[in-house]
């Protein structure tokens, strides 16, 4: 199925551990820089893992009035900051014409305000189980939609307002909703951001009890390591991408900067497992043929993969069997390329942030590394182009991003070069 009309992208903007802002952002990303460093914002030292992919430099007062940041749980103020970068790129709050009640919010998130539920119980229990000392900001901190509902006040959007949740998929979910309302003329455009402030003693704790993290600390440095014989798990990482997204009618009228286009999607279920993908990837691959034939490029003329690639022993060699699936021969032509290495797993900013790094991959023609793989496991091959290491330069044209979430949720994500 093709879809009814054009849907393109004009604006992002970031926070994350690689850049606080789309210019060093993209600076990082292109020289292989790793995000990763030693837990600060606990005593990690009883943690089996007790580093992370922090945001360097945040301080909220730069951005928000001290009662905001009162209100905020941290994933909702990474959430609001890489919004506003959006929205200031695009241009879309200039125009003249704008019809407010035709630009909607979808806000994603996987666990959302789990700190602020982390402090308002610890506080309750110190303060003998007095429910006096509940915060009454306490609510709206923890809710995920929290953040479309507030992005939609700070700049009076009166369209469609919601959020998605579904684990690591759940903002690449937001992008696909945003283009399916875009088709049904529910929108003319639509903000979409996904955040996640996940480096705290719950976030941490509970993914070393299901043994999904890199436990590295001896070379902690090096521990995201997609591909690589030696990997453990997964570095946790925290920040936010936001996309403005619009119509191609609507975007041409406004005269906007257009960045690139969505040329297809698709989504689907494992119904394997709740944490582990199926080890034969058989509806990721259904997955990914769906994309293609979505964007109408059934000859798979695609130059870049950007794989989801966490780093685990059984996730990567489940997508890269999936891709020599799809892709055949063809896949040692085309280059592959895994940027959790660099800014460790976002969990649900995942989609919005491995989305922009496909849109900077278009408009800077070339393919961001997969940095810290010294030994690729021979379960993966050593025929495939990986991009170890640096950059390279290619003429891109087409985008594969996908994104997968526990639960078995899968999504994929076609962005094409954009012209006139």
């Given at each position: 199925m093709k879809f009814?009309?054009?849907?393109?992208?004009?604006?992002?903007?970031?926070?994350?551990?690689?850049?606080?802002?789309?210019?060093?952002?993209?600076?990082?990303?292109?020289?292989?820089?790793?995000?990763?460093?030693?837990?600060?914002?606990?005593?990690?030292?009883?943690?089996?893992?007790?580093?992370?992919?922090?945001?360097?430099?945040?301080?909220?007062?730069?951005?928000?009035?001290?009662?905001?940041?009162?209100?905020y749980d941290l994933f909702t103020q990474y959430a609001l900051v890489?919004?506003?970068?959006?929205?200031?790129?695009?241009?879309?709050?200039?125009?003249?014409?704008?019809?407010?009640?035709?630009?909607?919010?979808?806000?994603?998130?996987?666990?959302?305000?789990?700190?602020?539920?982390?402090?308002?119980?610890?506080?309750?229990?110190?303060?003998?189980?007095?429910?006096?000392?509940?915060?009454?900001f306490f609510v709206t901190k923890m809710l995920i939609d929290s953040v479309a509902g507030y992005v939609s006040i700070q700049y009076g959007l009166k369209g469609l307002n919601f959020s998605t949740v579904s684990a690591c998929a759940s903002s690449a979910h937001a992008i696909i909703s945003a283009v399916q309302n875009i088709q049904l003329g529910m929108a003319d455009a639509i903000i979409v951001a996904g955040s996640e402030a996940p480096i705290h003693e719950a976030g941490i704790g509970s993914f070393n009890a299901l043994r999904a993290l890199s436990e590295k600390n001896d070379n902690f440095e090096n521990a995201c390591r997609p591909f690589d014989k030696n990997r453990d798990g997964f570095v946790m990482?925290?920040?936010?991408?936001?996309?403005?997204?619009?119509?191609?009618e609507h975007a041409q009228k406004r005269g906007a900067n257009i960045l690139a286009e969505?040329?297809?999607?698709?989504?689907?279920?494992?119904?394997?497992?709740?944490?582990?993908?199926?080890?034969?990837g058989e509806m990721i691959i259904k997955n990914m043929q769906q994309a293609l034939a979505n964007a109408q490029i059934l000859n798979k003329p695609i130059d870049f993969i950007n794989t989801h690639?966490?780093?685990?022993?059984?996730?990567?060699?489940?997508?890269?069997?999936?891709?020599?699936?799809?892709?055949?021969?063809?896949?040692?032509?085309?280059?592959?390329?895994?940027?959790?290495?660099?800014?460790?797993?976002?969990?649900?900013?995942?989609?919005?942030?491995?989305?922009i790094i496909s849109i900077l991959a278009i408009q800077y023609q070339q393919?961001?590394?997969?940095?810290?793989?010294?030994?690729?496991?021979?379960?993966?091959?050593?025929?495939?182009?990986?991009?170890?290491?640096?950059?390279?330069?290619?003429?891109?044209?087409?985008?594969?991003?996908?994104?997968?979430?526990?639960?078995g949720h899968n999504t994929s994500l076609i962005f094409k070069k954009f012209t006139n």
């Open positions: 009814l009309k054009p849907v393109v992208i004009t604006g992002y903007g970031v926070i994350t551990p690689i850049g606080n802002n789309i210019q060093s952002f993209t600076n990082n990303l292109f020289l292989g820089k790793s995000g990763i460093g030693s837990i600060t914002k606990f005593d990690a030292s009883k943690f089996r893992t007790q580093f992370a992919c922090e945001v360097k430099n945040y301080q909220p007062e730069d951005f928000f009035e001290k009662k905001e940041v009162r209100k890489a919004t506003k970068e959006a929205i200031e790129h695009s241009g879309l709050l200039n125009y003249s014409n704008l019809d407010k009640e035709k630009v909607g919010v979808i806000s994603a998130s996987g666990v959302g305000g789990v700190q602020t539920f982390q402090q308002e119980m610890k506080t309750y229990y110190e303060q003998a189980k007095n429910p006096r000392y509940f915060n009454p990482g925290e920040g936010a991408g936001a996309l403005v997204i619009e119509s191609l969505i040329s297809g999607y698709a989504m689907n279920a494992d119904a394997h497992h709740i944490t582990a993908p199926s080890p034969a690639a966490t780093s685990t022993p059984i996730g990567d060699i489940a997508e890269i069997n999936a891709l020599k699936t799809v892709f055949g021969k063809d896949l040692s032509s085309i280059n592959i390329s895994a940027p959790k290495s660099m800014t460790g797993h976002l969990l649900g900013a995942a989609g919005v942030t491995e989305s393919v961001p590394p997969t940095i810290n793989t010294k030994e690729i496991d021979e379960q993966i091959g050593m025929d495939l182009n990986l991009t170890l290491g640096q950059t390279q330069k290619r003429n891109i044209k087409y985008v594969l991003n996908n994104n997968f979430g526990f639960g």
